[in-house]
């Protein structure tokens, strides 16, 4: 196999009614008596192809139309523009060349459960989810470099292996290192501080551990998140700095990814919406909404709502039982049977929110001023917006011990959460820095950490300290937010889950 000898699926349409040979793996195939249908998927796509009985080799029919799904193989023939075809390019196929059969590949494409998909993932990521899913993280990671180098920052690589913890103790992973216990980072910020105060404007990017006792679907143990820090900015400055950012990186995904948003049924038209400004509300505001009455009907009506989605699913859900109790064709009675598992799925879904509505209602109404945001806070929140949202000055107490004092109320930090719209929650948390030496110092014991471990981090507050602040955005829940996934675990290659490493 020499470089370039094949045609990719992305690049059909270049090549219309010429001879292309692909190479690449057997997707799907159906055959009706002497014509079959063969999905094949090369990496860039899926391409269609038809193999009549007249026009290939003999003995060729056959083996193709006994080939197991995943055989890796090499197809050839005649380019064809075929709106309805899947990709909407066809190849009537004159040749092929079988690498390794496959027999018995245990991803069917009927419906799996989650538990099965993820032991398997390995294979999955071959799946179309996947696949969408994967293309649209690299443009994210890809945009997210491009803005940060296209204005003036400068990537500084962090370490992994840390001694000061940065957020909650209770999260730090320890390591031992050639005998003293030492931490997997939890964020690079610390460390990036110090680089700010050389360059300027900075960032980070890369993996990042938390022992959070969380199996949540927003909770991973080992995610990857993006770190600016700037030397010389404001509140005002950062929230700006994040919203910009956060509608560049959606403007790239609607750019370069329609057809994976599409096979993912991604409503784009929510997502065309996010454009700054983004709403700013504060957490004193944000507490008032959640005791009031605006909060108290969307989630009335909300309730109602999914009471009517359910009784449309139960509908549904009795036509098809009613279906297959009839005789049906094989691939007929797959289809409904897929349907029906993904039904039911949702329908447990729907029953946990309904039953969640009014607690999450209860807890809403008696939140007390002080309390960090839970995720049912957030979440109410967060639905009640169809564009991303600032939460800013929280509580002293409950946030780390790093954020600067508001220098009007000392109750409060000069800090953000942004909230992603439609229920996803927060993606992005960030923060001024406290500046002054001795205040600083004095949140590190408040907070009954040791300031030894902070020797070098204080040093930075004596050595011509500047007003500075930065925020971390984590990948996989952006990701979950734009490709409207349920469960971060979907959007990282291979997720570390608190109870579970499958592979
Ligand atoms: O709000 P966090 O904890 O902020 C920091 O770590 C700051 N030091 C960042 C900074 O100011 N430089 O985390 C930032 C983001 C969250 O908004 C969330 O998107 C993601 O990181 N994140 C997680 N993602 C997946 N699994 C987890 N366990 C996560 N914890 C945080």
Aim: aromatic share 10%; hydrophobic share 35%; net charge neutral.
């Amino acid at each position: 196999m020499t470089k370039n000898t094949f045609t990719k699926i992305s690049d059909l349409k270049n090549h219309v009614q010429k001879q292309v040979t692909l190479a690449g793996w057997l997707y799907n195939s159906r055959s009706s008596g002497k014509i079959q249908f063969i999905i094949i998927r090369d990496g860039s796509g899926l391409c269609q192809c038809i193999v009549e009985k007249n026009n290939v080799p003999e003995n060729l029919f056959d083996k193709i139309k006994h080939l197991g799904q995943e055989s890796s193989l090499t197809v050839t023939g005649t380019v064809r523009q075929d709106e309805r075809s899947i990709g909407g390019y066809e190849l009537d196929l004159t040749n092929a060349k079988i690498i390794s059969e496959t027999t018995d590949y245990p991803i069917t494409p009927k419906s799996h459960g989650i538990d099965f998909l993820l032991k398997n993932r390995h294979l999955h990521l071959r799946s179309q989810r996947q696949w969408c899913i994967g293309k649209i993280r690299h443009t994210i990671i890809n945009a997210i470099r491009n803005f940060f180098n296209q204005n003036d920052f400068t990537l500084i690589d962090t370490p992994i292996f840390t001694t000061a913890a940065g957020e909650e103790a209770d999260s730090l992973f320890e390591v031992d290192y050639f005998g003293t216990p030492i931490h997997l980072t939890q964020t690079g910020q610390l460390h990036l501080e110090s680089a700010a105060m050389s360059f300027g404007k900075v960032y980070c990017f890369g993996p990042t551990f938390r022992a959070e006792k969380s199996k949540t679907r927003r909770h991973l143990t080992e995610f990857w998140m993006v770190e600016p820090e700037i030397a010389f900015i404001d509140l005002d400055g950062l929230l700006e700095l994040a919203e910009n950012f956060t509608a560049y990186i959606v403007e790239q995904v609607l750019n370069k990814n329609k057809e994976q948003l599409n096979t993912l049924n991604v409503n784009t038209k929510s997502l065309e919406k996010i454009t700054p400004p983004f709403d700013r509300l504060t957490y004193t505001d944000t507490v008032d909404i959640l005791k009031g009455e605006k909060a108290k009907k969307f989630l009335s009506n909300q309730l109602e709502n999914l009471k009517e989605q359910k009784q449309n699913l139960l509908s549904r859900i009795e036509e098809l039982e009613n279906e297959l109790k009839q005789p049906l064709k094989k691939w007929k009675k797959e289809k409904f049977d897929a349907e029906l598992i993904e039904l039911n799925s949702t329908l447990s879904e729907l029953d946990t929110k309904i039953e969640n509505n009014p607690k999450h209602a209860k807890l809403a109404e008696q939140f007390q001023w002080g309390k960090d945001l839970g995720g049912s806070d957030e979440t109410i929140i967060s639905q009640m917006h169809e564009k991303p949202v600032f939460v800013t000055h929280y509580p002293k107490h409950a946030k780390a011990f790093y954020m600067k004092e508001d220098s009007e109320n000392k109750n409060v930090v000069q800090n953000f959460d942004m909230l992603a719209p439609a229920g996803f929650g927060e993606i992005i948390g960030g923060s001024m820095r406290e500046d002054h030496y001795q205040t600083l110092l004095k949140r590190i014991k408040e907070q009954k950490l040791d300031p030894a471990n902070y020797d070098w981090y204080l040093d930075l507050r004596k050595y011509g300290s500047v007003p500075h602040g930065g925020f971390g955005l984590g990948i996989e829940r952006t990701i979950a937010w734009l490709t409207q996934q349920k469960h971060i675990r979907q959007c990282i290659p291979f997720p570390r889950l608190m109870d579970k490493i499958y592979i």
